[in-house]
Structure formats: structure tokens, C-alpha cells
């Protein structure tokens, strides 16, 4: 079980910076514009020696900030509380701290999710009929990555959970 923990908390961890770097940094698409490589990220976007800050209120980015940011609420409290799950810290006895960081994981997960697919779809669709030299850089990796690890953290407080329960079902032979 507390390999599992473990394991969690470590993809958990990783996930939780790799959605901070992805969120905060002006990489998540390339492209070129007049003779010069351009990047831009959910706040701002660069030409070479300089960076803007997004000024207008478009959906797609809203909606990916957003999600993206919720994402990042809900690993971090999973994080708090599979770490209080781990140390067997109990201010409530009911309520089980290794099946709600699960769920907190598989819910950071599916925002960030929403995020990418957002930004993937509006992106494709925009840049892709429009421009022919973008393509996205290593921000937006991240993001898919971080989609993969808080994934595999709430798999893995899952498993945890299912071993702690299966002792305590009663044998009724």
C-alpha cells in the first residue's frame, strides 16, 4: 500500500510542477512571422527581444487558464492531503485521505485534460487553416505530460485504497 502512496505522490509531485511550468511559461506554440520566430503562451506572446501580455479576452485562453489553474488546485490539496494519508494523520476518522487524493488526481487530471483538448482543437483549427509555419513547443508538452502523471497518481492512490479496504471487509463464512 505504501508503495503505491509512494508512487503517487511522486508522479503527483512532478505532475504539480510540470502543470506550474506549463501554465507560467510563453512556450506553448512557435511560429514565424515575417522572417522572425514568435512564441506565445496562455499570458503573453514574444517577438524576438520583446513579450506582450495577452490583452484580449478570448475564449479558448480563458477557458485553458482556467482549467488549467484548477488543475493545479486540485493536485496541490491532493498532494496535502496523500501526504496526510501516508503519515496516518487523523483529524477525521471517517473520511479516507487515500481515496480522496485519488479522486483529487483523476479530477486534476481531467481539467488539464480539458485544458490541452481546448487549446489542441482551437489551435489546429485556427493556426492550421490560416499559417503554415507553427507548431507547438515544449510548454504544451509538459501539459500533456502532466496530464499523464496526475493520471498515474490517482491510479496509484487508487490501488492503495482498494489494498487498505480489501483487510477490512469482514469474512462472513
Same mark, same amino acid.
Given at each position: 500500500?505504501?508503495?503505491?502512496?509512494?508512487?503517487?505522490?511522486?508522479?503527483?509531485?512532478?505532475?504539480?510542477?510540470?502543470?506550474?511550468?506549463?501554465?507560467?511559461?510563453?512556450?506553448?506554440?512557435?511560429?514565424?512571422?515575417?522572417?522572425?520566430?514568435?512564441?506565445?503562451?496562455?499570458?503573453?506572446?514574444?517577438?524576438?527581444?520583446?513579450?506582450?501580455? +495577452?490583452?484580449? $479576452?478570448?475564449?479558448?485562453? *480563458?477557458? !485553458?487558464? &482556467?482549467?488549467? /489553474? =484548477?488543475?493545479?488546485?486540485? #493536485? %496541490? @490539496?491532493?498532494?496535502?492531503?496523500?501526504?496526510?494519508?501516508?503519515? +496516518?494523520?487523523? $483529524?477525521?476518522?471517517?473520511? *479516507?485521505? !487515500?481515496? &480522496?487524493?485519488? /479522486? =483529487?488526481?483523476?479530477?486534476? #487530471? %481531467? @481539467?488539464?485534460?480539458?485544458?490541452?483538448?481546448?487549446?489542441?482543437?482551437?489551435?489546429?483549427?485556427?493556426?492550421?487553416?490560416?499559417?503554415?509555419?507553427?507548431?507547438?513547443?515544449?510548454?504544451?508538452?509538459?501539459?500533456?505530460?502532466?496530464?499523464?502523471?496526475?493520471?498515474?497518481?490517482?491510479?496509484?492512490?487508487?490501488?492503495?485504497?482498494?489494498?487498505?479496504?480489501?483487510?477490512?471487509?469482514?469474512?462472513?463464512?
Amino acid at each position: 500500500m505504501y508503495s503505491f502512496m509512494g508512487g503517487g505522490l511522486f508522479c503527483a509531485g512532478i505532475g504539480n510542477i510540470l502543470l506550474i511550468v506549463s501554465t507560467a511559461t510563453d512556450y506553448w506554440m512557435q511560429y514565424r512571422h515575417s522572417n522572425n520566430y514568435m512564441h506565445q503562451g496562455l499570458w503573453r506572446y514574444c517577438m524576438p527581444g520583446k513579450c506582450f501580455t +495577452h490583452t484580449d $479576452s478570448i475564449a479558448y485562453w *480563458d477557458a !485553458t487558464r &482556467a482549467f488549467m /489553474i =484548477l488543475s493545479l488546485l486540485a #493536485c %496541490f @490539496f491532493g498532494i496535502i492531503i496523500g501526504i496526510m494519508a501516508f503519515i +496516518h494523520y487523523s $483529524s477525521f476518522d471517517r473520511f *479516507d485521505k !487515500t481515496f &480522496a487524493a485519488g /479522486i =483529487l488526481f483523476f479530477i486534476s #487530471c %481531467f @481539467f488539464v485534460f480539458l485544458a490541452m483538448a481546448i487549446y489542441t482543437g482551437v489551435t489546429i483549427n485556427y493556426y492550421g487553416k490560416r499559417y503554415g509555419n507553427w507548431r507547438f513547443s515544449w510548454s504544451y508538452i509538459i501539459g500533456w505530460v502532466a496530464t499523464v502523471l496526475t493520471f498515474f497518481s490517482g491510479m496509484f492512490y487508487m490501488c492503495a485504497y482498494r489494498m487498505h479496504e480489501c483487510p477490512r471487509s469482514p469474512n462472513t463464512h
